[in-house]
């Protein structure tokens, strides 16, 4: 059974930036695809950033150019680098994983975006 546990979140200011921390419990290479999702309070969970097997990288719209993900092969860890934090960015971030047609999810860590 992979797991995916996640860690980095915490309160950060308007303007503030966060790194993001997914260590995967096997070989990042057995899963094809890795990536970020969020949940913000009351609103449905949305894809925030995938990182392929070939290290291609694809971005939602609303963090494009402020947030970056990439991984450590070697310790088998994924990075979502959040930067020009805004109070819309607060939720609960999840990463997340596949292999073939099983998925894998970390129970999340939460951001919160406040002044």
């Known amino acids: 059974q992979v797991q995916l546990v996640e860690s980095g979140g915490g309160v950060v200011q308007p303007g503030g930036s966060l790194r993001l921390s997914c260590v995967v419990s096997?070989?990042?290479?057995?899963?094809?695809?890795m990536g970020w999702y969020r949940q913000a309070p009351g609103k449905q969970r949305e894809w925030v950033a995938f990182?392929?097997?070939?290290?291609?990288?694809k971005y939602t719209e609303s963090v494009t150019g402020r947030f970056s993900i990439s991984r450590d092969t070697a310790k088998n860890t994924v990075f979502l680098q959040m930067n020009s934090l805004n109070i819309e960015d607060t939720a609960v971030y999840l990463c997340?994983?596949?292999?073939?047609?099983?998925?894998?999810w970390g129970k999340g860590t939460l951001v919160t975006v406040s002044s």
């Open positions: 997340w994983g596949i292999d073939g047609d099983t998925e894998y």
């Open positions: 096997t070989s990042i290479f057995s899963l094809y695809k």
């Open positions: 990182i392929t097997g070939d290290g291609l990288t």
